[in-house]
């Protein structure tokens, strides 16, 4: 692999050359308080190896990997290896997997590496990973990738804020729309009733004032700088090629709150593979990246320009470009972003659909539950928004934009077989006092989820809530039934969208005790989180 800053100790490197069987390698991570700055604001964060860019680590299949985790802050920290396929004691999750590293303590992870990949690492500990605590994994495959590439950049995004991330949870929980910057104006109001009449409008607005939601309910936090690689757009984070050059971009979405849409524009991306995992290669013009997810594209730039890397944040509230070019020091066409979505009332799953509201306070509702959304059940591989949605996500240009259900493996990971259960996961939440559960119940009042070495569970995931949720199951493999049997795409992380019914499948292959969490940074912290305890295991 050309033209990547290898973080790779000389013995391992030599021992492929020379084709010797797999040796240990040592690799050395700080965690460190540094100084970010983003262009538009300076604020006090995380880093590793005393950087905002983040670290990459560069692993082989095969390899065995010592990695020493020196603590410089002065509380506890942690890292957990994303999508990594290792011993749960190494997992790196603290009160689940291990106590945590304490201030100024080293940590010696040890785990083979049993895959290849895209992947990242991130702190699980309080909210390190949104004041900078992460950093990206690439690891080659024994046998060389699938689709050779010419050139390899990784592409990590993440959102920004100038308040910390304990601050942000704290205004948060007093008030749920405390970062919503687009609250809907009387100037509006005026222009609803113009378009539908005042009667109307006012029943619009009277309808979302009853659910203590707004149409601009979005994302939970707005206000942020996006950065590439630790890079804002004035920043400019530039990846090289050379003309007609087959270009690999890993994607990778380390943000605390924000979804990205993704596209290069002047060229079309070549789908490979997907949270680490090759994939059938699909074309499209533009692709979401959910958090915690990571996407391998292909990209050919036949003409010696600068290209645009645009990566627009779901609701529109913000919006990151970097660029590739033929030389530094060049800087990517800029695009204006595209209007911001509106939920409508089809994204309320059709809540009001078999209810008797006559006389009904639509105010005095408890949305504890979720009671009042109901999912749509759709396609089994129904990753998408119900019909009639603000939301939908269409291509910029018109064009062909990514969904699950384009996603086939390449080879199949698992035998195909019939689950041995079926497992329901509500996922629940009260916008309006920022609590967030799974069926109801928030983490620290909920009894682990347990699970049997070698069985097939089959997960329904019923979003009763009006936000997607990023679902990240450590230690094992998400099968999302698409419909496609032993080609259904292998995931680590999996989007449910908002009142929307997802069906994913996990073979229990992993003895121990493993973290089951919403991705949203903040959701995990109010609840939607569980522990997932695994009997048995290998006779």
Not at 11 to 19: D, Q, R, T, Y
Not at 279 to 298: C, F, G, Q, S, W
Not at 460 to 483: R, S, Y
Request: aromatic share 8%.
């Amino acid at each position: 692999m050309k033209h990547m800053n290898l973080l790779r100790p000389l013995a391992v490197v030599l021992g492929l050359a020379l084709g010797l069987p797999a040796q240990a390698g040592t690799y050395d991570i700080t965690v460190d308080k540094v100084r970010i700055d983003t262009g538009t604001f300076k604020k006090n964060g995380i880093g590793y190896n005393g950087s905002q860019t983040p670290t990459i680590l560069h692993f082989q299949e095969g390899e065995d990997v010592v990695i020493r985790v020196k603590n410089n802050l002065r509380e506890s920290t942690s890292i957990h290896w994303h999508g990594l396929i290792l011993p749960f004691q190494q997992d790196g999750v603290p009160g689940i997997s291990f106590n945590g590293i304490k201030p100024g303590e080293t940590f010696t992870y040890r785990f083979p590496i049993e895959q290849a990949g895209t992947y990242w690492f991130h702190s699980h500990s309080g909210f390190q990973e949104p004041d900078g605590a992460y950093g990206a994994i690439v690891i080659s495959p024994k046998g060389g990738e699938a689709v050779p590439t010419d050139r390899d950049h990784v592409v990590q995004f993440t959102d920004k804020h100038p308040h910390s991330g304990s601050r942000i949870f704290r205004n948060l929980k007093a008030s749920a729309d405390y970062y919503n910057r687009a609250q809907r104006t009387a100037q509006d109001l005026i222009e609803d009733a113009g378009a539908e009449g005042l009667k109307a409008a006012l029943q619009d607005r009277k309808m979302w004032g009853a659910m203590r939601m707004m149409p601009t309910d979005i994302e939970d936090v707005q206000g942020f700088t996006p950065l590439i690689n630790g890079a804002s757009t004035q920043q400019n984070w530039t990846g090289i090629f050379k003309p007609g050059e087959k270009v690999r971009l890993r994607l990778i979405n380390s943000s605390a709150t924000t979804y990205f849409d993704v596209r290069v524009p002047g060229l079309k991306m070549t789908v490979v593979q997907a949270d680490g995992n090759d994939v059938k290669p699909v074309v499209v013009n533009e692709l979401r990246i959910a958090v915690a997810e990571t996407y391998d594209v292909i990209v050919q730039p036949r003409e010696a320009k600068a290209y645009s890397i645009i990566g627009e944040s779901a609701g529109r509230t913000a919006m990151v470009r970097g660029t590739l070019a033929p030389s530094a020091g060049m800087v990517g066409p800029y695009y204006k972003m595209r209007p911001q979505p509106l939920l409508t009332m089809a994204d309320m799953g059709g809540m009001m659909s078999g209810m008797d509201h006559s006389g009904m306070d639509m105010g005095g509702m408890d949305m504890s539950a979720g009671m009042p959304v109901v999912p749509s059940e759709g396609a089994p591989g129904a990753a998408f928004y119900v019909p009639g949605s603000g939301l939908i996500p269409t291509a910029a240009n018109g064009g062909k934009f990514l969904g699950y259900e384009d996603l086939a493996a390449r080879k199949p990971l698992y035998r195909d077989r019939p689950a041995t259960r079926e497992i329901e996961i509500r996922l629940t939440g009260n916008m309006e006092r920022y609590i967030w559960s799974i069926d109801g119940v928030k983490y620290e009042d909920a009894d682990p989820i347990r699970l049997k070495y070698g069985e097939r569970v089959r997960f329904k995931f019923v979003n009763e809530t009006m936000m997607a949720h990023p679902m990240h199951l450590h230690g094992m493999w998400t099968i999302i039934d698409t419909g496609k049997g032993a080609h259904d795409p292998v995931k680590h992380t999996v989007s449910v969208a908002p009142g929307t019914t997802l069906y994913t499948e996990t073979e229990v292959d992993a003895p121990g005790q493993w973290a089951f969490h919403c991705h949203l940074s903040y959701h995990m912290a109010g609840g939607m989180f569980r522990k997932v305890i695994v009997e048995g295991g290998p006779s």
